[in-house]
């Protein structure tokens, strides 16, 4: 059904009914992925003037799509249009194209039809994609059937084949309307009980800020409570919201183990949850979705950086490590993923690493007790967050050694503070961690209470700056 949707529109698009189409098949050894192909081709295959070549992805995200495409520059001159069977893996077919200056000569077609931002309806309307296939996941019509046949209700049908649409910039924002529409008349008040990690940092504070907007903007009624850096504290607090019988159930986990007690008396009461921010290691039947960014990618990000950035001679360079809180997942997962990369480059050494809690005063607090026990010795700085960043930018230019020049600091968040100190040349690179989680979560939350079937992780989308971008970045940073 999508598939044949997604020929027909492609037929729409080639006009003559000839030319090339290039088929991109994301997840290509999965039934889904085979189907729609089988229904592409159902359409296509009747016209012989049109010649379609197909391109299996072993997977269904962008950045391998990107490359793939990227790379294929002699094979894309004879192609009229891109079909992919899935929008991530179309808008990495479009940002190659675009870096490759074809974008205006190949139209691209996705499939999914999402609509949040960046998602499949958005990029329609940010002229990305020429269309995208709607796939319902039909969780909401199910709900409504079973509770037919409870009620012993007549005329259930015995099979519901959901229709898909297809989205073009023509008729995006009227469909957009009419799901909004869908979760109005739905009616009933939500509610949602939050357990955020405290206030330890910018980044935090701009998060908390995003969902208690997003929250008034979904009509979602929301209580938060903030946990200051205890465990106890959040375990406490999702007790509460489990005897006030909320909807939905958010935690915001400080650590990673230690949660699955509590998650299965949520479990027990019928309360979905969700992990915003950051993961936890459980069973994933206790967890209905995580929302969040890829703290590995952003850690292989960073020592990236400092390779491309920072040159070695013939010596070594040494690095001094700020991290997290203990335990924290954006702690592990960022020291796991920049370890990966220095591992293959041994003229970069990891001299020193402490907790800084992701605070200020912790940041502050590892370099003076560094300079405490030495002489400063040390090259590069990578910091876990962009606080503790700038505690010790404060310490090292009290003690007279230039942060920016005399040492090479990269942290993770890029918060508008970050972004200050890039342009004073103080800081020299900030791997974006995007903390405006509110409208991703609250659109999962109504998706969830309206019977939706959830993905099993929402991954945000974000980008490394450094002082040559920072200028001309500074001005659109929201938080
Ligand atoms: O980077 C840090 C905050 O969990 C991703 O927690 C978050 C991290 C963020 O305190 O600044």
Same mark, same amino acid.
């Given at each position: 059904?999508?598939?044949?949707?997604?020929?027909?529109?492609?037929?729409?698009?080639?006009?003559?009914?000839?030319?090339?189409?290039?088929?991109?098949?994301?997840?290509?050894?999965?039934?889904?992925?085979?189907?729609?192909?089988?229904?592409?081709?159902?359409?296509?295959?009747?016209?012989?003037?049109?010649?379609?070549?197909?391109?299996?992805?072993?997977?269904?995200?962008?950045?391998?799509?990107?490359?793939?495409?990227?790379?294929?520059?002699?094979?894309?001159?004879?192609?009229?249009?891109?079909?992919?069977?899935?929008?991530?893996?179309?808008?990495?077919?479009?940002?190659?194209?675009?870096?490759?200056?074809?974008?205006?000569?190949?139209?691209?077609?996705?499939?999914?039809?999402?609509?949040?931002?960046?998602?499949?309806?958005?990029?329609?309307?940010?002229?990305?994609?020429?269309?995208?296939?709607?796939?319902?996941?039909?969780?909401?019509?199910?709900?409504?059937?079973?509770?037919?046949?409870? =009620?012993? %209700? @007549?005329?259930?049908?015995?099979?519901? *084949?959901?229709?898909?649409?297809?989205?073009?910039? #023509?008729? !995006?924002?009227?469909?957009?309307?009419?799901?909004?529409?869908?979760?109005?008349?739905?009616?009933?008040?939500?509610?949602?009980?939050?357990?955020?990690?405290?206030?330890?940092?910018?980044?935090?504070?701009?998060?908390?800020?995003?969902?208690?907007?997003?929250?008034?903007?979904?009509?979602?009624?929301?209580?938060?409570?903030?946990?200051?850096?205890?465990?106890?504290?959040?375990?406490?607090?999702?007790?509460?919201?489990?005897?006030?019988?909320?909807?939905?159930?958010?935690?915001?986990?400080?650590?990673?183990?230690?949660?699955?007690?509590?998650?299965?008396?949520?479990?027990?009461?019928?309360?979905?949850?969700?992990?915003?921010?950051?993961?936890? =290691?459980? %069973? @994933?039947?206790?967890?209905?979705?995580? *929302?969040?960014?890829?703290?590995?990618?952003?850690? #292989?990000? !960073?020592?990236?950086?400092?390779?491309?950035?920072?040159?070695?001679?013939?010596?070594?360079?040494?690095?001094?490590?700020?991290?997290?809180?203990?335990?924290?997942?954006?702690?592990?997962?960022?020291?796991?993923?920049?370890?990966?990369?220095?591992?293959?480059?041994?003229?970069?050494?990891?001299?020193?690493?402490?907790?800084?809690?992701?605070?200020?005063?912790?940041?502050?607090?590892?370099?003076?007790?560094?300079?405490?026990?030495?002489?400063?010795?040390?090259?590069?700085?990578?910091?876990?967050?962009?606080?503790?960043?700038?505690?010790?930018?404060?310490?090292?230019?009290?003690?007279?050694?230039?942060?920016?020049?005399?040492?090479?600091?990269?942290?993770? %968040?890029?918060?508008?503070?970050?972004?200050?100190?890039?342009?004073?040349?103080?800081?020299?690179?900030?791997?974006?961690?995007?903390?405006?989680?509110?409208?991703?979560?609250?659109?999962?939350?109504?998706?969830?209470?309206?019977?939706?079937?959830?993905?099993?992780?929402?991954?945000?989308?974000?980008?490394?700056?450094?002082?040559?971008?920072?200028?001309?970045?500074?001005?659109?940073?929201?938080?």
């Amino acid at each position: 059904m999508i598939g044949s949707q997604g020929g027909e529109c492609v037929l729409e698009l080639l006009g003559e009914k000839e030319g090339t189409v290039l088929e991109l098949c994301a997840s290509y050894a999965t039934i889904q992925s085979q189907e729609r192909s089988a229904g592409f081709d159902e359409v296509i295959g009747q016209y012989p003037g049109i010649h379609k070549e197909t391109w299996n992805l072993e997977n269904d995200m962008k950045d391998p799509a990107y490359d793939r495409v990227y790379v294929k520059k002699d094979e894309l001159e004879k192609v009229d249009v891109i079909f992919a069977n899935n929008d991530a893996v179309a808008l990495g077919a479009y940002e190659a194209l675009t870096d490759l200056g074809m974008e205006k000569e190949i139209p691209v077609v996705g499939c999914d039809g999402y609509t949040g931002e960046n998602e499949g309806v958005d990029l329609v309307l940010q002229n990305k994609l020429a269309a995208t296939i709607s796939c319902p996941t039909g969780g909401k019509e199910a709900i409504q059937y079973a509770l037919n046949i409870l =009620e012993e %209700d @007549s005329g259930v049908p015995k099979q519901v *084949i959901l229709r898909s649409h297809t989205i073009q910039k #023509k008729n !995006a924002r009227e469909y957009l309307e009419r799901i909004r529409k869908d979760y109005e008349d739905n009616g009933e008040e939500i509610t949602v009980g939050y357990s955020q990690v405290g206030t330890e940092s910018q980044w935090r504070l701009a998060n908390t800020r995003s969902i208690k907007e997003a929250a008034e903007e979904f009509h979602i009624q929301l209580f938060m409570e903030d946990a200051n850096q205890s465990q106890e504290k959040q375990i406490e607090a999702i007790r509460s919201f489990i005897k006030k019988k909320v909807d939905v159930i958010v935690v915001s986990p400080v650590v990673e183990t230690g949660w699955t007690e509590v998650l299965k008396e949520a479990r027990a009461a019928g309360i979905p949850v969700v992990m915003s921010d950051r993961k936890i =290691e459980a %069973d @994933s039947d206790l967890v209905n979705t995580y *929302i969040g960014a890829d703290f590995v990618e952003e850690g #292989k990000r !960073a020592m990236r950086w400092i390779r491309e950035n920072v040159e070695t001679g013939d010596g070594t360079k040494k690095i001094l490590e700020l991290q997290g809180n203990k335990g924290a997942s954006p702690t592990e997962e960022r020291r796991k993923g920049f370890l990966e990369i220095l591992e293959k480059y041994p003229r970069y050494q990891m001299a020193y690493s402490a907790y800084g809690d992701f605070t200020y005063e912790g940041g502050k607090k590892i370099v003076e007790d560094y300079l405490k026990g030495q002489e400063w010795d040390i090259d590069i700085i990578y910091s876990h967050n962009d606080d503790m960043a700038l505690g010790a930018i404060e310490v090292l230019e009290e003690h007279g050694i230039r942060p920016g020049v005399d040492v090479t600091i990269v942290s993770v %968040d890029a918060t508008r503070d970050a972004f200050e100190a890039m342009t004073e040349g103080k800081l020299n690179c900030a791997v974006e961690c995007n903390p405006l989680l509110g409208p991703q979560l609250m659109k999962a939350v109504r998706d969830m209470v309206a019977g939706k079937e959830m993905p099993l992780r929402i991954i945000t989308e974000e980008k490394v700056y450094d002082q040559t971008t920072a200028e001309k970045e500074i001005g659109k940073r929201k938080y």
